[in-house]
T-cell receptor
Framework: DAGITQSPRHKVTETGTPVTLRCHQT?????MYWYRQDPGHGLRLIHY???????DKGEVSDGYSVSRSKTEDFLLTLESATSSQTSVYFC????????????????FGSGTQLSVL | KQEVTQIPAALSVPEGENLVLNCSFT??????LQWFRQDPGKGLTSLLL???SQREQTSGRLNASLDKSSGRSTLYIAASQPGDSATYLC??????????WGAGTKLIIKP
């Protein structure tokens, strides 16, 4: 999976608890992304990062925050998890910004299955 | 607002058949269209990327076409094999460089 590790792979938590998902890359790519995938829907962008401490919101950012203190790590935090945040979360990386070029490929991690009860 | 649709949601065919997966989009102002493969419990793997100026791209038994004017793309898989079983997703990069995704077609190749 192009040197991308997501942890944990599975998580079950209760409504109202904080949850942090981690994405770790060994490719030294500048851009990192968090997506969620829900049945019947395409992937939706939550947040992305274009460098250390540089992040921006995606299409469905409400209820989520991110941090990137090192090039290789991108953390996604659900401050107070809700049942609507039950989903599969994917981290992706790219060398250039997919949002600024027309030929940029994304590489994905294996995903984290999160269940909020 | 750009919308991407993939029909059917699921498809089952016997091994050896040639098949076509469909992807349609509502706004022809796109920079590129990409096809991805997703295996259960795994991430997505990029298969083909067609830039807006191109009509098709080929990789092995896969051929993807793009018709911007009609808002359609097809992914042709020749001589299907059980190992081709997966979910196939398409995504378009719109005029704001945002990736808009279809929900995918789950393909099952029966031995």
């Amino acid at each position: 999976d192009a040197g991308i590790t997501q942890s944990p792979r599975h998580k079950v938590t209760e409504t109202g608890t904080p949850v942090t998902l981690r994405c770790h890359q060994t490719e030294n790519h500048r851009y990192m992304y968090w997506y969620r995938q829900d049945p019947g829907h395409g992937l939706r962008l939550i947040h992305y990062s274009y460098g250390v401490k540089d992040t921006d919101k995606g299409e469905v950012s409400d209820g989520y925050s991110v941090s990137r203190s090192k090039t290789e790590d991108f953390l996604l935090t659900l401050e107070s998890a809700t049942s609507s945040q039950t989903s599969v979360y994917f981290c992706a990386i790219s060398d250039g910004k997919a949002q600024e070029t027309d030929n940029e490929k994304l590489f994905f991690g294996s995903g984290t299955q999160l269940s909020v009860l | 607002k750009q919308e991407v649709t993939q029909i059917p949601a699921a498809l089952s065919v016997p091994e050896g058949e040639n098949l076509v997966l469909n992807c349609s989009f509502t706004d022809s102002a796109i920079y590129n269209l990409q096809w991805f493969r997703q295996d259960p419990g795994k991430g997505l793997t990029s298969l083909l990327l067609i830039q807006s100026s191109q009509r098709e791209q080929t990789s092995g038994r896969l051929n993807a076409s793009l018709d911007k004017s009609s808002g359609r793309s097809t992914l042709y898989i020749a001589a299907s094999q059980p190992g081709d079983s997966a979910t196939y997703l398409c995504a378009v990069q719109d005029s704001n460089y945002q990736l808009i995704w279809g929900a995918g077609t789950k393909l099952i190749i029966k031995p």
